[in-house]
T-cell receptor
């Protein structure tokens, strides 16, 4: 089955700096890669996603890049703010066939220091 | 308001006493799923359902059952709970994965289960 590795497990940055979280996946058939943000005590919420036919996607201060050949994708947050502090999860899934599982990485605790 | 509703939000119970966690969505989503979240392990999928009467195992299905008799509801059943099922559980739903188009999942607020 799919295996998603996420690094680093914790990340501390100064306000205004950039943050990068990286994930690798094992199943070359995976074609959908969402990122979720989970604030303390709350539910995961989608912040951005990318499909395998696209190499990069941007939404204001957040961007995701995908390298299908290397089977890795990354989340980039620029101009970080204290409210960006949360746990971030990457995930991978594929459609088609009989497997519709969504496999998550173990998460990255991002702390943005004022 | 579009939402996924889980009940109960918190439950403390004892080993072996059957329990059900309900999940309901009002977005007419075909796909529903259950996850458990444990420290250091992230979110792990327990079961998912592509549509009514269609369910399949995720990565950690042992000790759990599900049913999908109606499109909006996807209850999680623990027939004989054990302490290792103490966890934070999330239900999620999305439009169908079929047709080559994966869709974002919407999560409920979570259910914290403690099995003593």
């Amino acid at each position: 089955g799919e295996n998603v590795e996420q690094h680093p497990s914790t990340l501390s940055v100064q306000e205004g700096d950039s943050a990068v979280i990286k994930c690798t996946y094992s199943d070359s058939a995976s074609n959908y890669f969402p990122w979720y943000k989970q604030e303390l005590g709350k539910r995961p919420q989608l912040i951005i996603d990318i499909r395998s036919n696209v190499g990069e996607k941007k939404d204001q201060r957040i961007a995701v890049t995908l390298n299908k050949t290397a089977k890795h994708f990354s989340l980039h947050i620029t101009e970080t703010q204290p409210e960006d502090s949360a746990v971030y999860f990457c995930a991978a899934s594929r459609s088609g066939g009989s497997n519709y599982k969504l496999t998550f990485g173990k998460g990255t605790l991002l702390t943005v220091n004022p | 308001e579009a939402q996924v509703t889980q009940n109960p939000r918190y439950l403390i119970t004892v080993t072996g006493k059957k329990l059900t966690v309900t999940c309901s969505q009002n977005m007419n989503h075909e796909y529903m799923s259950w996850y458990r979240q444990d420290p250091g392990l992230g979110l792990r999928q327990i079961y998912y359902s592509m549509n009514v009467e269609v369910t399949d195992k995720g990565d950690v299905p042992e000790g759990y059952k599900v049913s999908r008799k109606e499109k909006r509801n996807f209850p999680l059943i623990l027939e004989s709970p054990s302490p290792n099922q103490t966890s934070l559980y999330f239900c999620a739903s999305s439009l169908s994965f079929q047709g080559g188009s994966n869709q974002p999942q919407h999560f409920g607020d979570g259910t914290r289960l403690s099995i003593l």
